[in-house]
Every structure is written in C-alpha cells, then in structure tokens.
C-alpha cells in the first residue's frame, strides 16, 4: 500500500508493491515521444517509447528499451538495425496507435522505408537510423544501444509525455528575460501574454484540483466522461490524450471513489456521485476565474472573450467525441 506520509507528497514509499504509483512519480520526469520502427524478412515492426535517449556523440550513439514481453520484439532482435522517429505536436493519436498490440500498426500511416529497411514515418520532427550495436539485461525490460548513421530533423514543435498524458512543448517566459525594451515594443505579443496566463492558471487549477480530491489526470478522464458519456477505456484514454496504462489507473482509482460507473456493455459514465464532484471542481474553478476578474466590467469581459475567440480559442466549435462505428 502506498505510503503517503512525507509531508506535501501526493503519494510515497517504497517502489515493491506500489509499481502504478512509482511510475506516476517517474512520470513527473518529461519526455519525448518516439516510435521506433524495423523491419525483417518483409515484416515490420513499430513500438510508442519514450525511452530514448543520447549515448555518446563519438562515436554517435542512442538507446532506447523495450518489454521483455513484447511481441514486436522478435523483429527487432531479427534486424540489423532500426529507426527513431521522434514524434511532433499533432502525432500523438499515431503515439497511441502504435502503443497498441495485435492490430496492424502501419495501416492508414504515411512511411517510406529508411536506407537500411526501417520504416520512416512522416511528418515527424526528428528521424534517427541506426544499427543495433547491444543489448543489456534491464531488469523486466531490455536495454537496446544502437549507432546512429543517418539522421534528419524538421521544423515541428516536439511531442512531450508528461505524467501520464501528452502535452505541448510550452516555451518559458520566465526563463529569460524578453527583449521586448530593445524592441522598443509597449506590449508583449499575445502568444507571450496566453503562454504567461496558461503557466499560471493551470498551476492554480492544479491545487483547486487536489483542494476536492481529483489528480489532474482524473479531473481530465472526468471532464471528457462528461462531455461523451459512454465511452470506453480505450476511447476516453485517446480523447484525454493519457496513454492506455495511466488511464486504467485513473479509472480505477475514480470507480473506487464511486465516481464513475460501467454500462452493461463495459462503457464508462459518471455516477451522480461524480457529477457532483464534477460540478464541485466546476465551481471552484469559476469562483477563482471570476475572483480575478471582479474589477472589470461585464462589457470588458465579452469584449475580452471576442479577442480570445479571434486567435482560436472558441468551443462550441469543437464535436463532443463518439466511439467509431
């Protein structure tokens, strides 16, 4: 059972016997997102791994780690080599397709093959050939190193794995100072403004969160649940864009509160008992939202509201999802 007794953590202890919440602790480090890819004798073979990571630059060396288990394995052990295929912005339905077993992972997937066989997927930002130099044993996985020969990289904003669910590369504002005053310029861009207030939100909307008992990954598989009733783990893990293992255990973790319920048919809905949290959050959060705004005027707000809606930011735009036929 997880220890939760260190002051201020959500969850501690040690890792024997609380594996889900030692990974959502290893989850708190960002990644990347790849698909590594081979091909053998005809066959290819493509694996969701955020694993990857730089070796050595001389000679020029990667590595990345896979499943004991895994059925794709046999065709990366067959092949003399493989391909990183790090995945941009837009890709992480692609990230979720290729994190699934026993469906034909390639189909509808734009790729040609690389120099040495492994498939290239396109619209990436970054691709890496490789020949498989070694393998280390890796407890319950395997630890593949291989030697880059080939690389390319594109002008696309990164995927990033961030406890338990895709997100964006967000740049820091804070990081270092803006050269806005040598610009001369009397106001930051709205990009820096909306990065700014997102970073700040979203921390807040974090606490108010914890304050009525969600994880934020709860409070998103809830707010989806509500939004399309009905679906099933697999579909409201892609529409929540958490990957399928966080979000079974968020699941989980929300039918033992009593919060959300299965169908006959195995779909998920939320209880009454979960609307009320929903609806609890909700009221959190607009109460904080409207604390910060008292001191405009309701004519400020709307025309506030016109100009987020000019850059994109509207929803009544945006379809509520529904499992495919």
């Known amino acids: 059972m997880t220890n939760s007794n ?82 941009a912005s837009d890709q992480a339905q692609l990230a979720s397709q290729f994190a699934k077993s026993g469906t034909d992972k390639f189909k509808d997937v734009d790729w040609e093959p690389g120099a040495t066989g492994a498939p290239l997927l396109a619209g990436v930002t970054a691709q890496f050939e490789c020949a498989r130099r070694a393998e280390y044993e890796g407890g319950d996985h ?12 594109y002008e696309r904003r990164p995927l990033v794995f961030s406890q338990g669910r895709f997100s964006l590369a967000i740049d820091n504002v804070d990081a270092a100072p803006t050269n806005a005053d040598q610009r001369g310029d009397q106001y930051p861009t709205f990009l820096t ?68 319920g299965r169908g006959s048919d195995g779909s998920l809905q939320l209880t009454v008992l979960g609307l009320e949290q929903n609806a609890k959050l909700g009221r959190l959060a607009h109460a904080a939202e409207a604390n910060k705004l008292m001191r405009f005027s309701a004519a400020q707000i709307s025309k506030t509201r016109e100009i987020i809606e000019a850059f994109g930011g509207r929803l009544d735009n945006i379809p509520a999802y529904r499992e495919p036929e």
């Open 142 to 153: 395997l630890i593949v190193v291989g030697e880059v020969s080939y690389f390319a990289r």
């Open 6 to 87: 260190r002051p201020g953590a959500l969850e501690s202890g040690a890792p024997q016997g609380n594996s889900d919440a030692f990974r959502r602790a290893l989850g708190h480090f960002s990644t990347g997102v790849t698909i590594i890819t081979a091909e053998s004798d005809g066959v290819r073979a493509g694996i969701t791994a955020n694993s990857f990571n730089s070796v050595s630059l001389d000679p020029p060396l990667v590595l990345w780690s896979v499943k004991k288990t895994s059925t794709s394995w046999p065709i990366f052990a067959a092949a003399k080599s493989f391909a990183i295929n790090v995945l």
């Open 193 to 260: 403004m909306f990065r700014r207030a997102f970073l700040q939100r979203a921390s807040e909307f974090r606490e108010e969160a914890h304050s009525v008992g969600f994880t934020m990954n709860e409070s998103r598989l809830m707010y989806h649940l509500e939004l399309s009733p009905g679906l099933s783990l697999e579909g409201l893990a892609r529409v929540s864009l958490l990957d399928l293992d966080t979000a079974t255990d968020g699941i989980a973790s929300l039918e033992r509160k009593e919060w959300i």
